[in-house]
């Protein structure tokens, strides 16, 4: 199998990448491992991963590629010094398969070489050649490859052939030895290049070389061979055909495909497989049979598509015999049994053919027990009786040639016995064992009871065949379903894009994401917080970013979602090992920015929130372990609305009770607004001690105690969030306001109406209840008892405006249209207005006021934070509804399940799932608990066996990963 570029290939690539990359700016770099790296190179509406490999290969890639979590050092360096330099050359140093790789220009120049042969290298270098970082330090040819030395390009080859005189020098000194030894190494042309062009002079690379003594073949073969290389080199200089192809390899596609039909009994449909050899440039088609050849635009891609399904073809491969080897055990075993069955016969055979010979030669078989008796009965020893019966034989004793051998240590004899039924030239005795304690009729019945013994063991025999067949069957068959199809599942399974952070999706439907280190904070919301997210944090150490990617806007986050968001803000915090509850808050997107004060830097993972917090309940400390499953797109529809969301709407509210309910708000909240600064500011009302984070900000212009209201509020903000929302009035006079108000505008002839009702109501005697002075109770400076809490009120407004002067004081109090304190009564604006105005233009004047506050409008707001350049590039994965909708967490029997994630999240959002099981804090290790769990599903007599199977393809490594730390199993297997 090629796992390498080839002079050839290099030339072919560098001609392909140069249309593909130049200009490309350097967005990022990755490494796979020490020697894969990942470049990420993109332009306005484009991107490109460009991989390098030291010592094998480089081209661009449309796979997935995992990247190392912790770049390397070498990494880092490439970081440094390439990030948004443009790609401005791919050169080859001279003609060796060395790479140069240029970005940058003038001063900023840095080149990346690529070593393609032997170990190989990747070497940073500056503009002047001087190595900065390298991946393998080493000396070659006594030259020094090692950071601060300058990498020697001028020792590069110029050449890709011989010339005329170099090709006879070698050809001279080389007889008897082949094209390929004498010449493969002297240039560089690779091996199908070099078997391509001399093919094309009807020559081969195994031709040896002629003595010189023979001058008519050495001419012929020079000639041949010289306009060989002329070819190879005009190939490599000449004009650049793209395209590729990759060879299969033949043996190894029909070796894997020669299992029986049983092999895909697992029920999983199985593509059929392929073994890829070699890649090669287009031009070398023609070398090979068409029909073990698969056809790419380019050869970038072929390269591509070569290297990123190699290892999965290994493990195709890999699994192929696993299946040849269960099925090996499989029939050596049957042979094994029918080996076995074989012999139990030949042996009842045997018994049975004995016994019938004892009785065929009854009376020969009694007389030699007699006469044995006899000598025995008469001591003589066993050698004076096997004289005896030798001298017998000798004298043509027809009875002692029927006795073959003694055994008297057993008391036996062994004779030869003929089938009188059988007499003829060709029939042989058989011999038998003759025991002398027994009779000729009891030795015959012996071994009709050894065939007897014979056939009951056979009998069993094969009952336990039958029965160790079909578990030995049966078994091999469910290690190579369960083999098919955890290979099936590793195929088919795609990894999202927002598995590398903590996730889950909420119980509405909205995907809830938290980082996991600072990195993947800092990312989360430079790349994936927008305007109409929420984003959720935890006060305690350690907690980590929680967005909630809203797909509905501008319908709001809804409550549910919200509290199960904070659950895991705190539950993944260091609240978890401290048992102590944090509060969490929650922001909108545009609240946050990485933008710090002057003089001020915020580290990697830290952000400045503007405007209001809004704290949410209290949580506990309770997370749930489970399993959602990938639907196929034909069981979609049996789970729509799986996960619903139940959006409220005014619409559903009567304008009338909408209507009276905010006059009632506004009114109260009105008396709140007047005169900041002023000492005889009333308290707070019930009201807002009971909701101390919520605020309405009002205009008011005060003669006669008439008020003229105005409500802002964020772009009809919804219903869902009244319970949560906030507002406030920073320093600066910017008002950050959420809730459930809507805009209201009266008209002219209502809010003259209305002032007037108020300054009757105003103007009537009030009843004065005497209340009694307590010594510990404050009173105000005319003698009158202050309210409670008014005095801390004063002191935090004095505090708060401490750096006003008065003049920025009447213009802020103009602004409110409140009254500074120790102004006189004026005449409200209400009252200046003339009775006979048009009543619309009183309204515009209502309006105009109204404007002076900005309004939040989360349609219109861009984020506080201008985003990198590579973030905007990066596009941002559409948070589509129809991406959840393909995930359930309760399958049912008919659905067809593609494989299963697991999912750590707050136990609320788990209700729903099949598989699940509470957890708290506790002292088990996360990964043994992460086994108890699974086995936990696993043994559940509700779990099918396709479940089972996808529960098992689950890795272990991916099983524990969004573990907060130490936990406990609260309980066994909740079942739905």
Same mark, same amino acid.
């Given at each position: 199998?090629?796992?390498?570029?080839?002079?050839?290939?290099?030339?072919?690539?560098?001609?392909?990448?140069?249309?593909?990359?130049?200009g490309?700016?350097?967005?990022?770099?990755?490494?796979?491992?020490?020697?894969?790296?990942?470049?990420?190179?993109?332009?306005?509406?484009?991107?490109?991963?460009?991989?390098?490999?030291?010592?094998?290969?480089?081209?661009?890639?449309s796979?997935?590629?995992?990247?190392?979590?912790?770049?390397?050092?070498?990494?880092? +360096?490439?970081?440094?010094?390439?990030?948004?330099? $443009?790609?401005?050359?791919?050169?080859?140093?001279?003609?060796?398969?060395?790479?140069?790789?240029?970005?940058?220009?003038?001063?900023?120049?840095f080149?990346? @070489?690529?070593?393609?042969?032997?170990?190989? #290298?990747?070497?940073?270098?500056?503009?002047?050649?001087?190595?900065?970082?390298?991946?393998?330090?080493?000396?070659?040819?006594?030259?020094?490859?090692?950071?601060? =030395?300058?990498?020697?390009?001028?020792?590069?080859?110029?050449? @890709?052939?011989?010339?005329?005189?170099?090709?006879?020098?070698?050809?001279?000194?080389?007889? #008897? +030895?082949?094209?390929?030894?004498?010449?493969?190494?002297?240039?560089?042309?690779?091996?199908?290049?070099?078997?391509?062009?001399?093919?094309?002079?009807?020559?081969?690379?195994?031709?040896?070389?002629?003595?010189?003594? +023979?001058?008519?073949?050495?001419?012929? &073969?020079?000639?041949?061979?010289?306009?060989?290389?002329?070819?190879?080199?005009?190939?490599?200089?000449?004009?650049?055909?793209?395209?590729?192809?990759?060879?299969?390899?033949?043996?190894?596609?029909?070796?894997?495909?020669?299992?029986?039909?049983?092999?895909?009994?697992?029920?999983?449909?199985?593509?059929?497989?392929?073994?890829?050899?070699?890649?090669?440039?287009?031009?070398?088609?023609? #070398?090979?049979?068409?029909?073990?050849?698969?056809?790419?635009?380019?050869?970038?891609?072929?390269?591509?598509?070569?290297?990123?399904?190699?290892?999965?073809?290994?493990?195709?491969?890999?699994?192929?015999?696993?299946?040849?080897?269960?099925?090996?055990?499989?029939?050596?075993m049957k &042979?094994?049994?029918?080996?076995?069955?074989?012999?139990?016969?030949?042996?009842?055979?045997?018994?049975?053919?004995?016994?019938?010979?004892?009785?065929?030669?009854?009376?020969?078989?009694?007389?030699?027990?007699?006469?044995?008796?006899?000598?025995?009965?008469? %001591?003589?020893?066993?050698?004076?009786?096997?004289?005896?019966?030798?001298?017998?034989?000798?004298s043509?004793?027809e009875?002692?040639?029927?006795?073959?051998?003694?055994?008297?240590?057993?008391?036996?004899?062994?004779?030869?016995?003929?089938?009188?039924?059988?007499?003829?030239?060709?029939?042989?005795?058989?011999?038998?064992?003759?025991? &002398?304690?027994?009779?000729?009729?009891?030795?015959?019945?012996?071994?009709?009871?050894?065939?007897?013994?014979?056939?009951?063991?056979?009998?069993?025999?094969?009952?336990?065949?039958?029965?160790?067949?079909?578990?030995?069957?049966?078994?091999?068959?469910?290690?190579?379903?369960?083999?098919?199809?955890? %290979?099936?599942?590793?195929?088919?399974?795609?990894?999202?894009?927002?598995?590398?952070? $903590?996730?889950?999706?909420?119980?509405?439907?909205?995907?809830?994401?938290?980082?996991?280190?600072?990195?993947?904070?800092?990312?989360?919301?430079?790349?994936?917080?927008?305007?109409?997210?929420?984003?959720?944090?935890?006060d305690?150490?350690?907690?980590?970013?929680?967005?909630?990617?809203?797909?509905?806007?501008?319908?709001?986050?809804?409550?549910?979602?919200?509290?199960?968001?904070?659950?895991?803000?705190?539950?993944?915090?260091?609240a978890?090992?401290?048992?102590?509850?944090?509060?969490?808050?929650?922001v909108?997107?545009?609240?946050?920015?990485?933008?710090a004060?002057?003089?001020?830097?915020?580290?990697?993972?830290?952000?400045?929130?503007r405007?209001?917090?809004?704290?949410?309940?209290?949580?506990?400390?309770?997370?749930?372990?489970?399993?959602?499953?990938?639907?196929?797109?034909?069981?979609?529809?049996?789970?729509?609305?799986?996960?619903?969301?139940?959006?409220?709407?005014?619409?559903?509210?009567?304008?009338?009770?909408?209507?009276?309910?905010?006059?009632?708000d506004?009114? =109260?909240?009105?008396?709140?607004?007047?005169?900041l600064?002023?000492?005889?500011?009333?308290?707070?009302?019930d009201?807002?001690?009971?909701?101390?984070?919520?605020?309405?900000?009002?205009?008011?212009?005060?003669?006669?105690?008439?008020?003229?209201?105005?409500?802002?509020?964020?772009?009809?903000?919804?219903?869902?969030?009244?319970?949560?929302?906030?507002?406030?009035?920073?320093?600066?006079?910017?008002?950050?306001?959420?809730?459930?108000?809507?805009?209201?505008?009266?008209?002219?002839?209502?809010?003259?109406?209305?002032?007037?009702?108020?300054?009757?109501?105003?103007?009537?005697?009030?009843?004065?209840?005497p209340?009694?002075?307590?010594?510990?109770?404050?009173?105000?400076?005319?003698?009158?008892?202050?309210?409670?809490?008014?005095?801390?009120?004063?002191?935090?407004?004095k505090?708060?405006?401490?750096?006003?002067?008065?003049?920025?004081?009447?213009?802020?109090?103009?602004?409110?249209?409140?009254?500074?304190?120790?102004?006189?009564?004026?005449?409200?604006?209400?009252?200046?207005?003339?009775?006979?105005?048009?009543?619309?233009?009183?309204?515009?004047s209502?309006?105009?006021?109204?404007?002076?506050?900005?309004?939040r409008?989360?349609?219109?707001?861009?984020?506080?934070?201008?985003?990198?350049?590579?973030?905007?590039?990066?596009?941002?994965?559409?948070?589509?509804?129809?991406?959840?909708?393909?995930?359930?967490g309760?399958?049912?029997?008919?659905?067809?399940?593609?494989?299963?994630?697991?999912?750590?999240?707050?136990?609320?959002?788990?209700?729903?799932?099949?598989?699940?099981?509470?957890?708290?804090?506790?002292?088990?290790?996360?990964?043994?608990?992460?086994?108890?769990?699974?086995?936990?599903?696993?043994?559940?007599?509700?779990?099918?066996?396709?479940?089972?199977?996808?529960? +098992?393809?689950?890795?272990?490594?991916?099983?524990?990963?969004?573990?907060?730390?130490?936990?406990?199993?609260?309980?066994?297997?909740?079942?739905?």
């Amino acid at each position: 199998m090629k796992s390498k570029l080839t002079t050839h290939d290099i030339v072919v690539l560098i001609h392909e990448l140069r249309e593909k990359l130049l200009g490309l700016r350097v967005d990022q770099v990755y490494d796979i491992d020490k020697k894969s790296y990942i470049i990420r190179l993109t332009k306005t509406n484009t991107k490109r991963m460009l991989l390098i490999e030291s010592g094998c290969r480089f081209h661009t890639t449309s796979f997935e590629w995992p990247k190392n979590p912790a770049p390397s050092g070498f990494t880092m +360096k490439l970081r440094k010094h390439l990030v948004n330099k $443009r790609l401005e050359s791919i050169n080859q140093v001279g003609v060796d398969r060395v790479v140069d790789f240029q970005f940058g220009i003038e001063s900023f120049t840095f080149h990346i @070489f690529l070593e393609l042969y032997d170990k190989g #290298n990747i070497i940073l270098t500056d503009q002047f050649l001087s190595i900065l970082s390298l991946v393998r330090p080493h000396t070659q040819d006594e030259t020094k490859i090692v950071p601060h =030395e300058k990498f020697a390009v001028e020792k590069a080859k110029s050449s @890709f052939s011989l010339t005329r005189e170099e090709m006879e020098i070698q050809l001279a000194s080389n007889p #008897n +030895k082949t094209l390929r030894e004498v010449l493969l190494s002297k240039i560089e042309f690779g091996p199908a290049l070099f078997s391509y062009v001399l093919k094309a002079e009807g020559l081969a690379p195994g031709n040896k070389i002629p003595l010189q003594e +023979k001058m008519e073949d050495y001419k012929i &073969l020079s000639d041949k061979l010289f306009c060989s290389l002329e070819r190879g080199r005009g190939i490599l200089e000449g004009e650049i055909q793209s395209g590729g192809f990759i060879l299969l390899d033949t043996k190894a596609t029909k070796k894997a495909a020669s299992l029986p039909s049983e092999a895909n009994a697992s029920g999983v449909n199985q593509q059929p497989f392929v073994v890829y050899d070699q890649f090669h440039p287009l031009l070398l088609a023609s #070398n090979f049979i068409p029909e073990e050849i698969i056809h790419f635009p380019t050869l970038d891609e072929a390269v591509d598509d070569f290297f990123s399904k190699v290892e999965s073809q290994k493990i195709d491969l890999k699994q192929k015999n696993q299946e040849r080897e269960a099925y090996g055990r499989l029939e050596r075993m049957k &042979l094994d049994q029918q080996k076995r069955l074989g012999e139990l016969q030949q042996v009842q055979e045997t018994d049975k053919r004995k016994a019938e010979l004892i009785m065929f030669n009854q009376e020969t078989v009694e007389q030699a027990i007699f006469i044995m008796r006899q000598l025995i009965a008469n %001591q003589l020893s066993w050698d004076d009786i096997s004289e005896q019966i030798k001298e017998a034989k000798q004298s043509g004793d027809e009875l002692a040639s029927h006795i073959v051998a003694l055994n008297l240590i057993k008391n036996q004899i062994t004779m030869t016995l003929d089938d009188p039924y059988e007499a003829g030239e060709g029939a042989k005795g058989v011999t038998v064992e003759i025991n &002398l304690d027994l009779s000729a009729y009891a030795n015959a019945s012996k071994y009709y009871d050894l065939k007897k013994a014979s056939a009951k063991k056979e009998e069993r025999t094969l009952e336990s065949q039958e029965k160790a067949l079909k578990s030995t069957e049966k078994k091999t068959m469910s290690s190579l379903r369960e083999v098919a199809t955890i %290979q099936s599942i590793k195929k088919a399974r795609k990894v999202f894009w927002f598995e590398k952070f $903590r996730w889950f999706i909420s119980s509405e439907n909205f995907i809830v994401l938290a980082g996991q280190d600072a990195q993947q904070n800092e990312l989360l919301v430079k790349r994936y917080l927008k305007p109409k997210d929420v984003y959720l944090h935890a006060d305690s150490h350690g907690a980590p970013t929680v967005i909630i990617k809203n797909d509905v806007a501008p319908d709001p986050v809804l409550p549910k979602t919200l509290n199960e968001a904070a659950a895991m803000a705190v539950c993944t915090s260091g609240a978890w090992d401290s048992k102590i509850i944090p509060a969490a808050w929650w922001v909108y997107g545009d609240q946050v920015s990485k933008s710090a004060p002057t003089g001020e830097y915020l580290p990697t993972g830290s952000f400045m929130i503007r405007g209001k917090k809004n704290f949410l309940p209290p949580t506990q400390l309770v997370l749930g372990f489970g399993f959602l499953f990938r639907l196929s797109d034909e069981s979609i529809p049996r789970h729509a609305n799986e996960r619903s969301r139940r959006l409220h709407t005014t619409s559903s509210i009567g304008e009338g009770s909408l209507r009276s309910s905010i006059s009632e708000d506004v009114t =109260e909240a009105a008396d709140e607004a007047q005169d900041l600064s002023s000492d005889s500011n009333d308290s707070e009302s019930d009201e807002t001690e009971a909701f101390p984070d919520t605020e309405v900000e009002i205009a008011v212009e005060d003669k006669t105690e008439s008020r003229t209201r105005t409500i802002s509020n964020a772009s009809s903000a919804s219903v869902g969030l009244s319970d949560f929302g906030s507002s406030t009035l920073d320093s600066e006079g910017t008002v950050i306001t959420s809730g459930i108000l809507r805009e209201i505008s009266y008209d002219a002839a209502k809010l003259k109406k209305n002032a007037k009702k108020q300054m009757q109501k105003r103007t009537k005697p009030t009843e004065v209840v005497p209340v009694p002075v307590h010594r510990s109770e404050a009173t105000t400076s005319t003698g009158t008892k202050s309210k409670r809490g008014q005095h801390g009120r004063k002191k935090k407004l004095k505090e708060k405006y401490r750096f006003q002067d008065d003049e920025e004081r009447e213009l802020r109090m103009q602004l409110l249209q409140s009254k500074p304190k120790g102004s006189e009564s004026g005449p409200s604006i209400l009252e200046k207005i003339d009775e006979d105005v048009d009543p619309e233009s009183k309204l515009q004047s209502a309006e105009t006021r109204r404007s002076v506050i900005p309004k939040r409008d989360l349609k219109s707001e861009a984020p506080s934070e201008a985003i990198d350049d590579q973030d905007q590039l990066d596009p941002v994965p559409e948070m589509e509804t129809n991406l959840l909708n393909t995930l359930t967490g309760s399958p049912v029997e008919e659905d067809e399940l593609m494989f299963a994630i697991p999912v750590v999240a707050p136990y609320a959002a788990l209700q729903s799932y099949k598989f699940k099981i509470k957890m708290i804090p506790g002292s088990a290790k996360r990964g043994k608990a992460a086994r108890s769990a699974l086995e936990m599903f696993l043994r559940d007599k509700n779990t099918r066996p396709r479940e089972k199977d996808l529960l +098992k393809s689950v890795k272990d490594q991916d099983l524990a990963r969004y573990f907060p730390g130490k936990v406990k199993l609260a309980g066994g297997v909740d079942k739905k």
